[in-house]
Every structure is written in C-alpha cells, then in structure tokens.
C-alpha cells in the first residue's frame, strides 16, 4: 500500500475523529453533572478511533491490534446484513444515487408529497431505469394512489403540502 | 376475571366486534410494513376514528393495531433489509440474509408462527403475572433499569459481526447521538447548535428509516438486479419449513416470549432492548455461534417471540399504576383518557371488560396477522424477484411518508435522509449499524437512570450492587460478556487437546 | 334624506356582509394544535379533548400535533412562531414557558405577545409521601434533622419543589429526570426519595389504591380527594396556594381581529361542550374554564411570583 493510499483509507477514520473532538469539545462548556456522560463518551470514541487507524499499519504493534480488538483488517466482510460491506462501486454512481435521492427531498419540500412522488417516480423509472413509460406511470400512479387513499381518504390525515403551497415546515 | 373474559368474547362476536379486529388488525399489518409507520402512529391518527364508538369496539380496534405491527414490521425487514418497526430491528440480521439465499418464504414463515405464539404466550404471561404486577414493577428502580440498559447494550458485543473495533466505534457514536437534545435531568438542551429541532434529540424512527431503509435504497440502486441472490432458490422455499423451525427451536422461542413479556414490562426499556436481548441470548448459548448473522433461522425466531410477546408485558405498568410501558402505550393511554376512563389500577377494578377485551384481541390480532400473511407469503417473497429498479422509487416513497407522518414534520424527512448517508458510508467503509442502533436506543435510558442512581443513593457506587435484583442483573452482565471468552477458551483446548491425541 | 338612508342601509348591508365573509373566512382548513409535549400526558390529554370539542361545531379537523422537546420550548416555539391566519392555536405551559424567561435563558418568544384564548383548568399542587411514611405534616419533616428527598418531574415540577422548600424552610434534595409526573409518584412508591409535589390531579389519579399520603395541599379550594389534609394557608404558607399549572391555550401575535373573534368564538363554544364537562367528571379531572383577560391576569401574578423567587428556582 502506497502512502497515498493509506492516506485516502484514513480519511474516515479522520473525519470521525474531528467529530468526536468536535463533540468533546462542546461539552466542556456543560456542567460536570451534565456533561460527564457525553464526555466519557467522546473520549473513548476518540480513543478508540486512535487504536483503529494505529491498528492499520503494517508493524508488529498493529497486527497484534488487530488480532485482539478484530480491528479493520480481522476479518473478511461476511455476506449478510451489511452484504455489500467493503463493495466498492464508482464515486460517481454513489454520487447519482444520493442526487436521485436528494432531487426528490427538495422536490418533496417544495411541492408537497402528493405531486412529488408521481414526478419522482416517472422521472426515475422512464430516465435512469430506461422503463416503458406505460410502466413507469401505472408504477408511480398505484403507489400514489393507494397512499392518498390510506391517508387522506381512510385517516383524514394530510401529508405535507410543500412550501409553495404554503405550508410550512 | 373469567366472566369479564366471557364478556369479551360475547361482544367479539356480537354487534361487528370482530369487525373492528379486522380491521385494526389489518391497519395495524399496514402500519407495521411501512417504515416509520409504527403502533404510536396508527393509534395517534385512529384516535379521533374511535370517538364514535363504544369504548369495547375501540379497544378491539386498537388491540387489532398492536396485535399485528410487530410482525407487519418483519415483513419488510426480512424481504428488504428495513425493519418496518425499530423492534423488528434484531430480525434484519438473519431474516436478510435468508431472503438473499432465496429463503424468503421459510424467513416469513418462522417469523409469523414465531410472531403469533408469542403474542399468545405475551398475554398468557400477563393473565399469570397480573395478581402480582404491582410488585414487579416497585422492584425496578433506576439502579435496576440502569443495569437493565447495560445489559441491553451487550447486545452490542455479538452485533459486530468479527468487527469489534468498528462496532464499539460505532456504539460510542451511537450514544453520542443519543445525548443530543434537552437533558431530563439538569433541564439544560445539549449539543443543539443553535438547531431547535435537535432540542428533542435525534428522533429514533427517521435516523431508523435512514440507516436501513435509505441506505437500503443506495445499495440496491448500486446492485442492480433483483434482491435474491439465488432466484430459482425462492420459489422451492417453503412456508411451512419455517412454520416447523419454529417447533424445532421451541426453546428459543419461549425464551424469547419470557424475555419479551418481562422486558416489556420494564418501563421506557421496552421492547427493542428486548428483541435485541433475546438475539443476543439465543447467539450466546447457541452450538454455533457463527453461523448467526448469515441467515439462521433461529435467529428470526428468537427477536419476533419476544416482538409479540411484549405488548402483554407492556400492559404491566399501565394496569399497575396508569403509566405506559411504551410510547405505544403512552398514546394507548390518551385514547383511555378520551374515552371517559383513568389508566392505572382502577382500570382492574372498574372496567375489567374493557381489559379483557383489549387483551384478547391483541392476542387473536397476533395470530390473524400472521394467517393473513402467510396466505400471501409466497407471493410477498417473490418480491425478492422483482427488478430492484422497481423497488427503489417504491421505497423510497414510502419511507419518506412514513417518516412524515411520525410527527407530521419535514426535518424528520430531511434526518431520515441524512442518516440515509450515514447508513451508507457506513457499509461502504465496514462500520456496522446495529450496534449505533442499539445504542442510540439506550443511550438515554442508561445515562438518565445511572444518574438518578447516584442522586438516589447520593453518590454511592455500591448502590448498584446492593440490591438484591440490581446485583442479579449486574451478575448477567458479566455473564454475558464472559461467555464467548469462556468459549473461546474452551475451543482452544479442545484443539490443543485433539492435537496432542 | 332618503337617498342617505339608502346610502347607511348599503353600507350596513356591505359591512354585514363583509363581517360573514370574514367569519366564512375561518376555519380555512383542518385548524392545528400544537402541544409541546408528548402523547399521553396532562397537556396532550386537555388538548385532544378540547380539539374533539370543537370538531363538534366546525367543518373541519382540530388536528392535534405534539411537538415535543427542550422541556416544552420547542413546542411553544413552533406554535409563536406559526402563521398568525388563524389555522394554527397552541396550548401552552404555563408557568414553563415563563421560567426560562425569568433565569435569564434566550427564548424566541414573548409571553406578553402571545394571544391568549383562555384556559382549561389551573392545577395547583400537593406534597405527598409513601402511604407508610412517618412524616404527617411539613413540621416532622423539618424536625428530621436531615434533608428530605423529592421526586421531580419536568421544570415546572422542580420549580414548584424548590419553591415549597424555601418557603417553609426545609432542607430539600431533589431528584430529576423522571419522564412523566406518575413515574415520579411511583419513585416515591418504590422509595426513590421521600416525597414529591405533583399537581393535585395527577396525585388523585394515581392514587386508586392509596399509595400515597397527602400531607399539604397548595391550594385554597376544596379538594373533596383529600378532605383531611391540611392547607397551605392553615399551616401558615398561604404563598404557596398561588402556585400552579394552566392549561392554557393562546394564539401566535399577529392574527387579524376577524379571524381571531371567529376562533375565540370557536374556543369559547367548545369550553361549553358536553363532551368536555362529561370528560372531567369521568375521569376526575380538573376543568375550570378561563377566559382570556382571567388567563392573563393569572399570568402575570404567576410571573410576578416566579420572579420573586428567581434565586430559588435557579436552583441557587
């Protein structure tokens, strides 16, 4: 493992780590009583983070890490709950993943659930699934559907309207 | 007693008492499946439905609603790696893996027989119990809900799946979230940032939606396909085998009803520390520890007994002295109060029937969800089949409606989604997430109740070891934490020894 | 002359009209109400049963939405800083959403702005131990010789604690952090701590099976529950029967008159509602309906009262 790389495999690691400081460091402004838990905490996790990243490395210290506290490299991931652990896919389709999901967020915020989810699902279906449109709207269309009905027309409770409609958040 | 009971029955059957269990009963199936949408939920928005009607038919209503989302909820947790409830939460790691074997059918299956007998043995559990409620509950004080939490968080110790390091990382970040917002104790709001909406804290059920569901929804986006590994696996799957598993591990699920029924019990503990102990247990004396995590049957059954089985328990305090075991019960309560009756003791005494029924109905409701289910379980399991491009806006729809619909509130939807991330990044980089559930669950419990402890006991740490139920439950801690070493040791000189002969 | 009286005749003929358009103009919708706390308690419980009330007389939903966190102040927050048109009312806390105002916390509201609409009940306390105590009265425990321990539930819970103890000078601690008044009844129950002052309500309510024992009650009505205690006045604290917990229900500032008489009128009628009389005598609980200029007038002795005992609720 080049440095660089070993680098780039910490950047988790770091960024919790400046969490946690973060964290601790805002605590202190508490009373001991109230702070004390939260504090202890924070330390540990700081702590323990150390032990992760010193754990990384290639000399004795970090195999004998790894070999008791079944550190990063323990273990292959097994197949199961987190299956696709450690799976890599391309930057960018994560990048697309999250952008469907956010588009969506924004497009829930500003128009409401009722419009959103039809638009959100036609979208994805004809757009990123490349499905016949005919599919993609009976989709979108069932599934809007049947929540309006459960919802509105079953509990009389009403989803929010968006922002342009004037409710608020 | 016995006559109340026959009253029950007798309005069951008369006047569309069943009526109102169906359809609690399949409400509550609804609720369960969809993410977010949970017990509190269904009966916040059915409260003002029932104003209408008799105080009876509200409760077959409501026991309906309780009876059934608990197995609702390990629908989508065994077929879509999200539970539907934050209880089902436990049932994801081995119900998930079973459906990506192709084992779907057997997955719903051994939940839905594990789910109704252990609603029956939940209410069976309270009719024994009832005569003595009261004293079960006085012998839990904070010390004991303290040690109570601790142990809950062992459970942490078998959910890092080989990770130790990341798991315990994981944790701590998870009691982190967990101090966040306004501190019973001091009455000061923490870690806020100047953010109102974190004065309550990270809510639960959006960060829950996030960290499986959303995350959930990235993975298969990334995946593609379907989400069986193995399809033509799916369709030999039988129901049935699961139904039998259920007899097979009937050790397991008694264990897990007891554990349910008296966990439940235990107010503001409740039943996901529950579901999680009962894995944990049937992990820690099973023959073969490894093979959990990847799609044991046992355990799926071992988290859905104990699901059912603690809306008996949950009961306990409330008919004890008025105060919920829940926030199920505590919305439970509300609608009580609207209906002209005062929870607590007086409830036994007075209005005995209005119990029985709810009792009875929880218990019919918990057996009715799963019939209902496993009429359709091979068709749920062909869901496994369906191309996931599918899946993902369906889900993802839902899921953010439900997150809405909690507190009618658009940050909750905006959590959901930034845990979504959270859950993510967490797989990617091989954290694993039950243990930050777990703890987000106790984190508050274990820190308030700790320090009532030391106010109690003005800053004794011996309080702890004290007491008689505190020690026992201390000594279970122990226990629990010692036993894989034990068994480590064990194997080793059992190897050693092999290796000499 | 007559072209004049025509001209009045129109005029008030417009006006009325107008005055119908403006009352047509509430409830434009399902009307909100925002409760800072959660399912189940004393103040979710009033508000449901108002919101039930007033879906009798109206077109449309009351829907109840707890908004809950910082103790309560979350919610008052949400519900002050709601569009004033009329569609959303909250009940408030008081004296909670008054303490932190007077410790000196930043609050993103203005207890005088809000627009009271009247209250449901003023819930005034009671001390009460174990039902085997040895304590009977203030005096036993003040001749223990040691500090007394009490249970507390929220801010308003502590505050009135505090209070009891400075005014009858008594050694108090205090032990927090229970969720809900009840629990910290049943941590007296289990032997948590001694005593606790929860609101005479919430003590009768628990009570069915006489767990407790009252030993003062903080108020100078009648309280048929608890004939044989002994009142604050009659034990030579009458300050303490100021004390107390409204349910009080008010309205963000800023709601045009119109719609704003239309709601009151709304509120008022629910007030009257069977359905809210036949509640508090089935459950026992406390209903005493209050109206805007009464709430704000209790408002302001409570203020006052909290503000003179700043020191002690600050814990100090």
């Known amino acids: 493992m080049t440095a660089r790389e ?25 009373d001991p009583q109230t702070r004390a838990m939260p504090l202890g905490v924070a330390l540990i996790a700081i702590l323990l983070v150390v032990l992760d990243l010193v754990s990384r490395g290639e000399g004795a210290l970090a195999r004998n890490l790894r070999r008791v506290l079944q550190g990063s490299g323990a273990k292959a991931p097994v197949p199961g709950l987190d299956g696709q652990a450690g799976q890599r896919h391309p930057a960018l389709r994560e990048l697309g993943a999250f952008a469907w999901i956010g588009g969506f967020l924004a497009l829930v915020i500003l128009v409401g659930f009722y419009p959103a989810i039809p638009i959100y699902m036609v979208a994805y279906l004809r757009f990123y699934a490349k499905k016949p449109l005919v599919a993609a709207v009976a989709t979108a269309a069932v599934v809007t559907g049947l929540l309006y009905a459960m919802f509105e027309l079953l509990l009389g409770y009403s989803v929010f309207e968006g922002l342009i409609m004037g409710d608020y958040m | 007693m016995l006559e109340a009971v026959a009253t ?25 499946i969809i993410p977010g949408l949970g ?39 065994i077929l879509l790696n999200t539970p539907g409830t934050a209880p089902n939460a436990a049932t994801v790691y081995d119900g998930y893996p079973m459906t990506k074997k192709g084992q779907a059918g057997a997955a719903l299956g051994a939940a839905a027989a594990a789910s109704s007998l252990g609603g029956l043995f939940g209410i069976l559990i309270l009719f024994m119990v009832l005569p003595v409620a009261r004293e079960i509950i006085l012998m839990f004080s904070p010390p004991e809900f303290f040690m109570l939490a601790v142990l809950g968080l062992c459970a942490i110790a078998v959910s890092t799946d080989g990770k130790m390091l990341k798991g315990l990382i994981a944790a701590c970040f998870g009691l982190m979230i967990a101090f966040v917002g ?107 520890p490894d093979s959990f995590g990847k799609g044991n049957i046992e355990g799926v059954i071992a988290p859905e007994a104990s699901n059912n089985a603690r809306e008996g328990g949950s009961l306990i305090p409330t008919l004890a002295f008025g105060i919920p075991g829940s926030a199920e019960m505590a919305v439970f309560l509300g609608l009580l109060v609207l209906h002209g009756l005062q929870p607590g003791p007086s409830l036994l005494i007075n209005h005995l029937d209005v119990i029985t029924s709810l009792m009875l109905s929880i218990a019919i409701a918990s057996v009715l969800a799963s019939i209902v289910c496993l009429a359709v379980a091979r068709q749920l399991a062909l869901i496994t089949l369906v191309d996931v491009n599918y899946l993902v806006p369906v889900i993802l729809s839902v899921s953010l409606v439900g997150a809405y619909a909690l507190e009618s509130s658009m940050h909750d ?89 | 002359m007559m072209k004049r009286a025509l001209g009045l005749a129109a005029a008030a003929a417009m006006a009325l009209a107008a005055g119908q358009a403006a009352a047509q103009d509430w409830p434009k919708g399902d009307v909100q109400l925002i409760i800072p ?14 919101a039930r009330a007033m879906e009798e007389d109206l077109d449309v939903k ?60 003023f819930n005034q306390y009671v001390v009460v131990v174990g039902k085997d105590s040895p304590y009977d009265t203030i005096e036993d425990m003040k001749a223990a010789g040691e500090p007394i321990t009490f249970t507390a539930y929220g801010s308003s819970g502590v505050a009135a604690n505090r209070i009891l103890c400075a005014e009858v000078g008594l050694e108090c601690e205090i032990i927090t952090g229970y969720p809900s008044n009840s629990e910290a009844l049943l941590g007296v129950v289990r032997g948590d701590a001694i005593a606790s002052v929860p609101p005479i309500s ?23 529950e608890f004939p044989d205690t002994e009142k604050a006045a009659d034990a030579g604290y009458a300050n303490l029967a100021n004390l107390g917990l409204i349910r009080a229900f008010g309205l963000p500032p800023g709601v045009p008159a119109e719609t704003r008489a239309a709601v009151q009128a709304a509120f008022d009628k629910a007030l009257e509602a069977e359905s809210v009389k036949t509640w508090a005598e089935d459950t026992g609980s406390a209903f005493e309906a209050m109206s805007g200029d009464e709430l704000s007038a209790l408002i302001e002795s409570q203020t006052e009262l909290l503000t003179r005992y700043k020191d002690v609720i600050a814990g100090n």
Do not use: C
């Not at chain 2, 309005?11 to 609804?30: D, E």
């Not at chain 3, 189940?40 to 419980?45: A, H, L, S, V």
């Not at chain 3, 569609?87 to 806390?93: D, M």
């Open chain 2, 413 to 501: 939807v905006i959590v959901a989604v930034i845990f979504g991330a959270i859950g993510y990044l967490m797989i990617r980089f091989d954290y694993p997430r039950l243990p930050l559930v777990i703890a987000m669950f106790l984190g508050e419990v274990a820190e308030v109740n700790f320090r009532q402890s030391m106010m109690i006991a003005r800053g004794d740490w011996t309080v702890f070891l004290t007491r008689p139920l505190s020690l026992v439950l201390f000594l279970l801690v122990i226990l629990s934490l010692s036993v894989p070493f034990i068994r480590y040791l064990l194997r080793r000189r059992r190897a050693s020894r092999e290796a000499l002969t």
């Open chain 2, 8 to 32: 029950s029955v007798g309005a069951l059957t008369a006047s569309g008492g069943a009526i109102y269990l169906f359809v609690g009963t399949l409400v509550g199936l609804v609720f369960g």
């Open chain 3, 202 to 224: 919430t003590a009768t309510a628990f009570n069915a099976k006489g767990d407790l024992k009252a030993i003062l009650l903080m108020t100078e009505r009648e309280t048929p």
């Open chain 3, 62 to 121: 009351v829907v109840p939405q707890n908004v809950t966190g910082g103790g309560g102040l979350r919610g008052a927050t949400v519900a002050y800083q709601a569009k004033p048109d009329g569609q959303t009312f909250a009940v408030f806390n008081v004296p909670g959403i008054i303490e932190p105002v007077i410790n000196g916390e930043s609050v993103a509201y203005d207890v005088s702005e809000i627009d009271w609409l009247g209250a449901m009940a």
């Open chain 1, 6 to 30: 070993r680098l780039k495999d910490a950047v988790p690691s770091i960024v919790l780590l400046v969490v946690a400081a973060f964290y601790a460091y805002t605590a202190t402004a508490y």
């Open chain 2, 182 to 288: 306004y501190d019973n104790v001091s009455g000061a709001v923490r870690f806020d940032y100047g953010i109102d909406y974190l004065w309550d804290g990270i809510s639960l059920i959006p960060a829950l939606i996030g960290l499986f569901a959303i995350a959930q929804i990235v993975s298969l986006y990334l995946a593609g396909g379907s989400i069986a590994d193995n399809p033509s696996a799916v369709r030999v799957s039988r129901v049935s085998d699961g139904i039998f598993a259920v007899f097979r591990y009937w050790k397991t699920l008694l264990r897990g009803s007891v554990i349910g029924a008296v966990i439940g019990a235990v107010p503001g503990v409740g039943g996901t520390v529950a579901a999680f102990l009962s894995y944990s247990v049937t992990v820690q004396t099973s023959r073969d």
């Open chain 2, 39 to 77: 017990g509190p939920t269904a009966l916040a928005l059915l409260i003002p439905l029932t104003f209408g009607i008799d105080t009876t038919a509200a409760m077959f209503l409501a026991g309906g609603i309780m009876g059934a989302i608990p197995f609702g909820g390990s629908v989508t947790a």
């Open chain 3, 37 to 50: 706390s959660g399912p189940g308690g004393g103040f979710d419980t009033y508000a449901r049963v108002l």
